[in-house]
Each structure stands twice: as structure tokens, then as C-alpha cells.
């Protein structure tokens, strides 16, 4: 029963990450692709987590797959590697816990309890930095692949080309 739920998450994360391809006009050919690389992920990402990651390491793992499988298939595809990572790894943003941070950030921008101020105070920071932490395992799941697989750099493939 279990995986039958993975399986439904996977389906999930693809048909997101499908959605966020067509609001940012990627090429039809690119949508099949970026619906494997959005499914892969988040069944990277849930996988890790069921097996006792937490939530920003399992995060990193599926922008990792997503930044690998996005080199691999820019070659098969002909396109560049961000055009199909970025949807992809969209749908693994954290919005609920941005959500509960900005309750947290309202509620003691107003009038709030003295005795439950700090408890307030602590979730907030909590989710602020696990919003952050998963931002930037993303982005760095995404360019890491990028800049490892990368043989020259831009300078050098611009001297060579007036040469």
C-alpha cells in the first residue's frame, strides 16, 4: 500500500513540474522529458524521506537526480539542462512551510500573548530556515551536476571560436 502512495506522489510531482514547463513556454518535445525528471525527483525526495532523511537532505537528493538527469537528457533533447531542470524541481519548493513562517511572521507583527511569544518565535524561525535550507539544497542540487560535468569554461569556449 505504501509504494502504491509513492506511486501516486510520483505521478504528482511529474504532472507539476509538466504544469510549470507549459507557464514557462518550454518546447512541447521537452514535456515528456520533464515530466520523468519531475516525477524522478519527487520519488527521490519521498523516498529518502520514508527511509529517515530529513525533509532538506531528501530535498537535495531529488535536485541532484533532477540536475543529472537534466544533462543527460539536454544532450538527447537538444536543449539546454536549466530549460529542463528548473521546472522540474519547482514542485518540490516548500510551500507549506513558507505558508506556516508568513502566519508566524503575521502573528507577532500583531497583538500576540506574552507567554506564547516565544513559542511562536521558535516555529517561525523553524520554518524560515527550513524554507531556507531548501532553497538553496535545491539550487545547489540543480548547478552542482552542471559545474561538475562542465569541461571549459564560457571564457575559453569564446577564444576558441574567434580562433
Request: with cysteine; glycine share 10%; aromatic share 12%.
Amino acid at each position: 500500500m505504501e509504494w502504491l502512495l509513492l506511486l501516486e506522489k510520483c505521478i504528482w510531482f511529474g504532472l507539476a513540474a509538466t504544469g510549470f514547463a507549459v507557464l514557462f513556454n518550454v518546447p512541447v518535445k521537452n514535456l515528456p522529458t520533464i515530466y520523468l525528471m519531475g516525477a524522478a525527483g519527487g520519488f527521490t525526495k519521498v523516498l529518502t524521506m520514508h527511509f529517515g532523511t530529513n525533509i532538506v537532505f531528501g530535498s537535495l537528493y531529488g535536485a541532484t537526480v533532477v540536475g543529472f538527469l537534466s544533462i543527460y537528457f539536454a544532450h538527447k533533447r537538444h536543449s539546454p539542462p536549466p530549460v529542463l531542470a528548473i521546472p522540474s524541481v519547482i514542485p518540490m519548493i516548500p510551500g507549506i512551510l513558507a505558508y506556516r513562517m508568513i502566519i508566524g511572521l503575521t502573528k507577532l507583527a500583531g497583538e500576540i500573548q506574552p507567554e506564547t511569544y516565544n513559542q511562536v518565535l521558535a516555529e517561525t524561525v523553524n520554518y524560515g530556515l527550513k524554507v531556507m535550507f531548501i532553497l538553496m539544497c535545491l539550487a545547489g542540487g540543480v548547478a552542482i551536476p552542471m559545474l561538475i560535468t562542465r569541461k571549459e569554461s564560457a571564457k575559453d569556449l569564446k577564444f576558441r571560436r574567434r580562433s
